[in-house]
């Protein structure tokens, strides 16, 4: 453009670079320290980008760092299928190792350091109750088992009952949605009886640990073990606990060979609101038997 002459009361407005060009950034994600966006600077490089992101964590791939790049092509008449191009580089201490050293990186560049494959974080359980040495052990191999845990735990004691040892196990993010999709649909959404109904973040997976014992490695009984998992080993309690819809719901000396009913009388029989038909019983390893009543 060619110099002009300035007049009286002329108003000389010089714009920044970026109202001229609009904002340009780089966005680098995954194993860094701090990933997000960042202004663009000509000349910036992939080495510049990862060490202002803070460098590498621990658990970064150095054998795979990925930049993705947007297609401008101004004089195109049509679109392409080619959607972005892609660059794939192996690091050293930060620095391009395998690929082009110096990358320089353009406006709108997204940059991925992926994760290593061979990273891995502790995993804990937990075993409580009835062992020698009770507390948190880490997973150190993908096939350990409940046996496995046992063994690691000393042992059981004397007063241990196998047969009533539960497992709590966390539940993953899918099956809590799941729970609370569920749980929304059977309150039709009310938002109260949701709050009464929920179920927390864990469940109870039933579990024969004696069985487990005696078939070390069967999975049948053998459960693999998973993150957060809690093995709850307890005393022998011979004891029967009868509650709901019964006049006066206590708890009772356990006797061999009685059925339902002498239970159900040592609690006063049923109410007027039972429903005889759906009495359940829930074992002290978590599963939970259907007790046939009079009604079926």
């Known amino acids: ?17 970026e109202e001229v060009i609009g904002k340009r950034t780089l966005s680098i994600d995954g194993e860094v320290m ?8 000509d000349n910036t490089t992939l080495e510049d980008l990862i060490l202002q992101a803070g460098g590498l964590t621990d658990a970064a791939s150095v054998v795979k760092v990925d930049v993705a790049r947007r297609i401008v092509d101004n004089k195109a008449l049509r679109s392409d299928t080619v959607l972005a191009r892609d660059f794939s580089f192996a690091l050293k201490g930060g620095f391009v190792v395998d690929g082009q050293p110096g990358f320089v ?3 709108f560049d997204e940059i991925y350091v992926r994760r290593s ?3 891995v974080e502790q995993s804990h359980v937990t075993v409580v109750g009835e062992v020698a040495f009770d507390g948190d052990y880490v997973i150190t191999r993908k096939s350990q088992r409940l046996s496995d845990l046992i063994q690691d ?7 241990a009952y196998p047969e009533g040892a539960r497992l709590e196990r966390v539940l993953t993010p899918e099956e809590k949605l799941r729970q609370q999709t569920l749980l929304k649909l059977a309150t039709n959404g009310d938002s109260v009886s949701l709050k009464k109904l929920d179920l927390g973040d864990t469940r109870f997976v039933g579990i024969n640990l004696d069985m487990a014992l005696k078939n070390p490695g069967n999975p049948e009984w053998d459960i693999l073990l998973q993150k957060g998992d809690k093995l709850i080993i307890p005393k022998f309690n011979n004891t029967v606990s009868i509650s709901g819809e019964v006049m006066y719901p206590n708890t009772v000396i356990y006797k061999d060979n009685k059925k339902l009913s002498y239970y159900i ?7 007027t609101n039972a429903r005889k038909n ?3 019983a ?11 009543g009079p009604e079926d």
């Open 34 to 41: 701090h990933p997000g966006i960042y202004d663009y600077a």
């Open 1 to 17: 453009m060619p110099d002009i002459t300035l007049r009286n009361e002329d108003v000389v407005f010089v714009p920044s670079r």
């Open 105 to 107: 990186l353009m406006p």
């Open 282 to 292: 829930v074992n002290m390893n978590g599963t939970v038997t259907r007790i046939k």
């Open 117 to 119: 494959p061979g990273y």
């Open 265 to 271: 009388n040592q609690a006063g029989g049923y109410n």
């Open 278 to 280: 759906r009495v359940f």
């Open 153 to 159: 735990a000393g042992g059981l004691t004397a007063e």
